[in-house]
Structure formats: structure tokens, C-alpha cells
């Protein structure tokens, strides 16, 4: 299980090395520029003023205790490589995403400037414990919130391999001794013991076993010339919900009718190379060339369909957009692509180097 662990790392060392960033303040035009980008890609499910839990269940970053034991590396790699299995998409270029690691670097000294803390620097030493006491005591004390195979109820998802494979044992022990001010996350260290605390590090621990690291290599989004679906085809007869939503049911008979639409993906287009309805476009919510979008885009009324993860909040930022150019046949998906495939609908997902290798 160890060895899984720092292959992981060392796969990730190799696609974002993570020496640590310069610690000298960042310019005013450097601060400008990352309360930018911020705003741009983040602000949408962590909210403007970093308060956290606005979609998705994503975390507060006004927390002291993250940023002070997250800082540099753990920030760094979330942002750069995101939370498969979680809607925290990956926003390195190397994964398909819009930062380099210059901006990526820059924007993690912001969050913790923000914050005004100094980082901890805590081991990477392994955490031992008992992991049949920890299983009893996350069950009792975590399950409520963060699902019970850590798949975030009311809290962020912890059980995803992306979480476990970038942080340290200690990175999470420290998260349950002392919580996350700012939020439902109270400090165990009063009312769970050494051992307790241990058990629950080390049976979290024990969620990253049986995973594969692999290089993935990017699909090629279509051109303009193919955004629309069957274009010889007619137009699917939506019954829209609340004027504005299309059901998961809907969009697949039409789909399986081959009607003529447009499918735009909004999240973060790393998530499109990760899975996505076959047929979609990746037009991520922060796009912001609308002129050159909507001169792609049949003004003849031919519906165009926004989906995303949370299920809906980017696609209907990008939907409002649209229609403020001048597209009215606009729908957003209702139950997002999370809920479309619990619903058993198909996805296309993208090919690893292995796969492309393979005889």
C-alpha cells in the first residue's frame, strides 16, 4: 500500500515538481493577476470571498488549519490535478486544464497571503494505527458528513483516490485533531484519543489501496465545423423543465433518435478528457471568447444543451451567457453528468497511454 502511495507521488513529481514557491510576497500586479484567476475558476464553487460550500460541497479557504498544513504541496496538486471521482476537476495544462504552473504556484501564494499564515511543514512520515478501531471510530464520527465511504455527504469527499494519493498521513491527521475554522468541522483532538486519532488516519489511509496511476493523453475537442450533433437530422421535441432544464430521460431518447442539438460541457476540461456524453463540446464556465462561441453556433434555432458536475450551477452560468448573446433554444441538463450516469446513460471516456499501446 506504501509502495502505491509514493508511486503515485513520484508519477505526480514527475508532471508538476513540487519545490516549494518562493515566499516572498507577491507583487501587486502578481496578487492582481491570482485574485483573477481565482475569481475566474474557482470563485463558482468556493465562493468570491473564499466562504466555501456554495456548489459542490467544496471547501472553505479562509481556513487557517488547510492552508497552514496545505501549503505549498497539497494546495499545489489539488488545484494542478484536482479530485478524480470529485466535481474538483484538474486545472494543470499537463492534464488538460487552463494554468500553467507558474499561475498555478502564484495562486496558491495568494490563498495563503489571504489567510496571513505560515505553513507547517509537516512530515511525510506514515501515521500508524489501528485500522479496525479507526473504521469504528470514522463510522460514528465522520460517516454523517462525509459519506460513509467517504463520499461527501455534507462535506468534502475524502475517500477519493486523488485526495489520498496527494496528501500525507499527517496532512490528514492534523485535519481531524484540530478541524477546519470556518466551518462544520470541529477539532477531535479534545474528544478522541492518540490511538483514535491514529486509527482514523491510518483506516483512511487504507482507501488508497488498488489503484493505477496512468499517464493520460488528450483528446482533441471537436471543431466548429462538428459542434452540431446530426445536423441533417430534426430537432428533439423538449418539454423543458421550469422553462429552462432537460431531462437526463429526454436528452438520451433524443441522443438515441440522433435529433440535431449542440452539447457543450462547462466544467473544467480536464473533466471532459476524464468521461464525458459522447458528442459534447468542452466549453469550460470560465470561457470568455462569447463572440467567436456564438459565431460557431447555429443561430437557427437548433437546441444547444449546457451540462456540468454539480449537477448545474457552471451550466447555467454558461447558459445565461448564451442567451444574453441572442440564443434562445438553450437548455441546461438537469441532473448534471454525475446524475446522468447514475442513471445508468453512457459516457465516452477518454483513452490512457496504456490503452493507446496496447495490441
Known amino acids: 500500500m506504501r509502495k502505491k502511495f509514493i508511486a503515485w507521488l513520484v508519477l505526480f513529481a514527475i508532471l508538476l515538481p513540487i519545490s516549494e514557491p518562493s515566499l516572498a510576497a507577491l507583487s501587486e500586479a502578481e496578487s492582481a493577476a491570482a485574485a483573477a484567476d481565482y475569481q475566474k475558476y474557482c ?14 460541497h467544496a471547501p472553505s479557504l479562509r481556513s487557517e488549519s488547510l492552508i497552514r498544513s496545505g501549503f505549498p504541496t ?7 490535478y484536482g479530485r478524480r471521482g470529485t466535481p474538483m476537476g484538474a486545472y494543470s495544462e499537463e492534464m488538460g486544464g487552463p494554468l500553467s504552473r507558474a499561475e498555478i504556484d502564484r495562486l496558491a501564494r495568494w490563498l495563503k ?54 496528501h500525507t498521513d499527517e496532512f490528514l491527521k492534523y485535519a481531524i485533531e484540530n478541524g477546519r475554522d470556518g466551518t462544520e468541522m470541529r477539532a ?21 489501496t488498488g489503484w493505477v496511476a496512468e499517464q493520460p493523453a488528450l ?15 430534426s430537432a428533439p421535441d423538449f418539454k423543458l423543465k421550469d422553462g429552462r432544464y432537460v431531462l437526463s430521460e429526454d436528452l438520451y431518447r433524443a441522443l438515441q433518435d440522433k435529433r440535431r442539438m449542440v452539447l457543450l460541457d462547462t466544467r473544467v476540461t480536464s473533466m471532459w478528457q476524464m468521461a464525458h456524453i459522447a458528442g459534447s463540446v468542452p466549453i469550460p464556465y470560465y470561457y470568455e471568447r462569447y463572440d467567436q462561441l456564438v459565431a460557431d453556433l447555429p443561430d437557427d434555432g437548433t437546441w444547444i444543451i449546457t451540462y456540468c458536475e454539480c449537477p448545474r450551477a457552471a ?34 471516456v477518454g483513452q490512457t497511454l496504456a490503452e493507446q499501446t496496447s495490441p
Not at 477531535?188 to 488508497?208: K, W, Y
Request: hydrophobic residues 35%; aromatic residues 6%.
Open 74 to 80: 497539497e494546495i499545489k496538486y489539488t488545484i494542478g
Open 315 to 348: 451550466a447555467e452560468s454558461v447558459n445565461e451567457r448564451l442567451r444574453e448573446f441572442g440564443l434562445e433554444n438553450t437548455a441546461v441538463l438537469w441532473e448534471g453528468i454525475q446524475g446522468w450516469v447514475t442513471l445508468g446513460y453512457p459516457v465516452s
Open 188 to 208: 477531535f483532538r479534545e474528544t478522541l484519543s492518540a490511538d483514535e486519532i491514529n486509527g482514523v488516519t491510518a483506516f483512511l489511509r487504507t482507501r488508497a
Open 219 to 233: 483528446q482533441a475537442p471537436p471543431k466548429s465545423d462538428r459542434y452540431i450533433l446530426n445536423p441533417d437530422a
Open 43 to 56: 470563485a463558482l464553487c468556493h465562493g468570491a470571498d473564499r466562504q466555501g460550500y456554495l456548489n459542490d
Open 113 to 166: 497571503d489571504q489567510v496571513g499564515v505560515e505553513p507547517l511543514h509537516l512530515s511525510t512520515e506514515p501515521v500508524s494505527g489501528d485500522i479496525d478501531l479507526g473504521a469504528t471510530i470514522y463510522a460514528g464520527h465522520c460517516a454523517q458528513c462525509h459519506g460513509g465511504q467517504g463520499e461527501g455527504v455534507t462535506a468534502p469527499a475524502i475517500g477519493n483516490p486523488a485526495m489520498l494519493s496527494l
